[in-house]
């Protein structure tokens, strides 16, 4: 469907344009008309199926550009995520001059309070940060009409639930609110319960939550060898934008020098970076400066970075759907995508776990040996000297080049190019901290019952894991926005206590399904 058949206003159609959308995907088709039409919506969408601009559109088209208050919020999980929907916002906002602000931890709440006095139209934020200004009054919702509860599961998996319910609990009962989720928990059903009115669900069937040009394998690894393994496993692939998935911070650390180390442009991001470093890192890799970006799962939450043609776990997540969540970053807009799972004997029922999860059967993958990433190595060098040479401007070299010609053979010279530009792996040796092992797993059969839902396929549906071997899970307080709050200020003791009035009032829920499904 064009998004010219969805009542959108000229400015908002030509903002779209030149974002170079074309036709609606099917989130954006059916909730852009039923946002529009005021109605409540729970939307089961996850990155990188346009959910952003399926409430940012209609948000927009919605504000009332002589009101100065605060219209419409977002609350997001992570502060990349807030920062990427701000972004959105005021992009496609930009024709009709709608101002949007993103507020999260780990940045100057002064600042944050500044800007805040140019009367955003639209606010963006993670809960804990939303939680501080409303607490010191610098935030007011009462003329808010639209909230935002993007990556819903995903606060849930953080532990945001009562932050959320505390938040909600501020906004008048005259607004509509929006939930976009990847899997529909009880808990997340008993927010749209206690918050929502009538909600429409908008379920988008499994096909098209699959991501099936990712092609994916797996290769049987002991921690002592496989970074060796995987950098070998670089050299033969040459990847152009790639993910790593280490389980914790310092297994992320390790990962990031050891490939600094042996010459490969990579860079590192947890909890534990300052914002102003993990922005700059992301902005890094989103511009091509970076060929490899490594991450916990908390750190790459939410993040939506195209031309992803890699993603390597370094370590196998404990949680299936997490597994989902990390390769649905490449193979994305018609684009091949590769997916490399390193797994330890020990470790394979996990991976039988993903796989009936999935209903996927990985390819095993045999390591490269040392010929192998050797040629690979000379044709990337090929590839160097093709672009070098094909430059203008060695006119003035010409005569030193023949003097060395004179010298040296041609074959001597070509050979001492290719060893200046190759890397030897052996002389740069790296050591990679062994991780604590993941719990055995009884059968990973009788534990898939345990998964959400009837999915099918190389998805993108994502959950997340719950780490318990080291500070880089999902319930690492450090990685928590709210543990990034610069005001000591504790929340209201009573802040749950007006939420409980909505919840008396009986609901009744809509079921939209995809009619091209």
Request: proline fraction near 4%; aromatic fraction near 4%.
């Given at each position: 469907?064009?998004f010219?058949?969805?009542?959108?206003?000229?400015?908002?159609?030509?903002?779209?344009?030149k974002?170079?959308?074309?036709?609606?995907?099917?989130?954006?088709?059916q909730?852009i008309?039923?946002?529009?039409?005021?109605?409540?919506?729970?939307?089961?969408?996850?990155?990188?199926?346009?959910?952003?601009?399926?409430?940012?559109?209609?948000?927009?088209?919605?504000?009332?550009?002589?009101?100065?208050?605060?219209?419409?919020?977002?609350?997001?999980?992570?502060?990349?995520?807030?920062?990427?929907?701000q972004?959105?916002?005021?992009?496609?906002?930009?024709?009709?001059?709608?101002?949007?602000?993103?507020?999260y931890?780990?940045?100057d709440?002064?600042r944050?309070?500044?800007?805040?006095?140019?009367?955003?139209?639209?606010l963006?934020?993670?809960?804990g940060?939303?939680?501080?200004h409303?607490?010191?009054?610098?935030?007011?919702?009462?003329?808010?009409?639209?909230?935002?509860?993007?990556?819903?599961?995903?606060?849930?998996?953080?532990?945001?639930?009562e932050d959320?319910?505390?938040?909600l609990?501020?906004?008048?009962?005259?607004?509509?609110?929006?939930?976009?989720?990847?899997?529909m928990?009880k808990?997340?059903?008993?927010?749209?319960?206690?918050?929502?009115?009538?909600?429409?669900?908008?379920?988008i069937?499994?096909?098209?939550?699959?991501?099936?040009?990712?092609d994916?394998?797996?290769?049987?690894?002991k921690?002592?060898?496989?970074?060796?393994?995987?950098?070998?496993l670089?050299?033969?692939?040459?990847?152009k934008?790639?993910?790593?998935?280490?389980?914790?911070?310092?297994?992320?650390?390790?990962?990031?020098?050891?490939?600094?180390?042996?010459?490969?442009?990579a860079?590192?991001?947890?909890?534990?970076?300052?914002q102003q470093?993990?922005?700059?890192?992301?902005?890094?890799?989103k511009?091509?400066?970076?060929?490899?970006?490594?991450?916990?799962?908390?750190a790459?939450r939410?993040?939506?970075?195209?031309?992803?043609?890699?993603?390597?776990?370094?370590?196998?997540?404990?949680?299936q759907?997490?597994y989902?969540?990390?390769?649905?970053?490449?193979?994305?807009?018609?684009?091949?995508?590769?997916a490399?799972?390193f797994?330890?004997?020990?470790?394979m029922?996990?991976?039988?776990?993903i796989e009936?999860?999935?209903r996927?059967?990985?390819?095993?993958?045999?390591?490269?040996?040392?010929?192998?990433?050797?040629?690979?190595?000379?044709?990337?060098?090929?590839?160097?000297?093709?672009?070098?040479v094909a430059?203008?401007?060695?006119?003035?070299f010409?005569?030193?080049?023949?003097?060395?010609?004179?010298?040296?053979?041609?074959?001597?010279l070509?050979?001492?190019?290719?060893?200046?530009?190759?890397?030897?792996?052996?002389?740069?040796?790296?050591?990679i901290?062994?991780?604590?092992p993941?719990?055995?797993?009884?059968?990973?059969?009788?534990?898939?019952?345990?998964?959400?839902?009837?999915?099918?396929g190389n998805?993108?549906?994502?959950?997340?894991?719950?780490?318990?071997h080291?500070?880089?899970?999902?319930?690492?307080?450090?990685?928590?926005?709210?543990?990034?709050?610069?005001?000591?200020?504790?929340?209201?003791?009573?802040?749950?206590?007006?939420?409980?009035?909505?919840?008396?009032?009986?609901?009744?829920?809509?079921?939209?399904?995809?009619p091209n499904?």
């Open positions: 469907m064009k010219s058949e969805l009542n959108l206003d000229e400015q908002l159609l030509t903002a779209i344009e974002a170079g959308f074309t036709e609606a995907t099917p989130i954006q088709e909730t008309p039923l946002v529009l039409g005021g109605d409540d919506v729970i939307g089961q969408a996850q990155t990188g199926t346009g959910k952003t601009a399926a409430f940012s559109l209609p948000i927009i088209q919605k504000v009332d550009m002589n009101e100065h208050h605060i219209q419409a919020l977002v609350i997001s999980p992570t502060r990349e995520l807030a920062v990427q929907t972004e959105e916002v005021s992009r496609l906002g930009r024709g009709k001059h709608v101002r949007a602000l993103a507020v931890g780990g940045a709440i002064g944050q309070i500044r800007n805040l006095k140019d009367s955003p139209q639209v963006v934020g993670t809960p940060r939303l939680l501080d409303i607490n010191r009054r610098t935030v007011r919702l009462d003329h808010i009409n639209t909230i935002v509860l993007d990556e819903a599961d995903e606060m849930l998996d953080m532990g945001f639930v959320i319910e505390s938040i609990s501020h906004v008048p009962n005259e607004h509509q609110t929006l939930l976009f989720s990847a899997t928990p808990a997340i059903m008993g927010i749209a319960e206690k918050f929502m009115q009538s909600p429409k669900i908008v379920k069937k499994s096909k098209e939550l699959t991501a099936d040009l990712i994916q394998y797996y290769i049987r690894s921690e002592f060898e496989r970074f060796d393994i995987m950098t070998r670089f050299d033969v692939q040459n990847p934008l790639a993910l790593i998935f280490g389980r914790t911070k310092r297994r992320v650390d390790e990962l990031t020098k050891g490939l600094q180390a042996r010459g490969y442009k860079e590192g991001i947890h909890g534990d970076l300052t470093k993990r922005m700059s890192v992301l902005r890094q890799f511009n091509g400066e970076l060929q490899f970006l490594v991450a916990t799962d908390v790459a939410g993040l939506d970075i195209s031309g992803v043609t890699h993603v390597y776990n370094y370590d196998i997540p404990q949680d759907d997490s989902v969540h990390r390769i649905g970053r490449t193979g994305r807009a018609g684009a091949k995508g590769v490399v799972t797994v330890a004997p020990n470790e029922s996990y991976l039988h776990a009936e999860l999935t996927v059967r990985m390819t095993p993958l045999k390591p490269a040996t040392a010929k192998e990433a050797f040629h690979g190595q000379v044709q990337m060098a090929n590839q160097t000297i093709d672009e070098l430059k203008s401007g060695t006119e003035r010409e005569g030193p080049a023949q003097e060395l010609l004179a010298k040296y053979s041609p074959e001597e070509a050979a001492a190019l290719l060893k200046s530009l190759i890397k030897d792996a052996n002389e740069v040796p790296v050591h901290a062994p991780e604590r993941l719990p055995g797993r009884k059968s990973s059969r009788s534990n898939h019952g345990k998964s959400r839902g009837g999915y099918r998805g993108n549906r994502h959950g997340y894991s719950h780490d318990r080291g500070n880089g899970g999902s319930r690492n307080r450090n990685d928590r926005d709210r543990n990034n709050r610069n005001s000591g200020r504790k929340h209201d003791s009573n802040r749950n206590s007006d939420s409980k009035r909505h919840s008396s009032n009986k609901r009744n829920f809509t079921i939209r399904k995809n499904a």
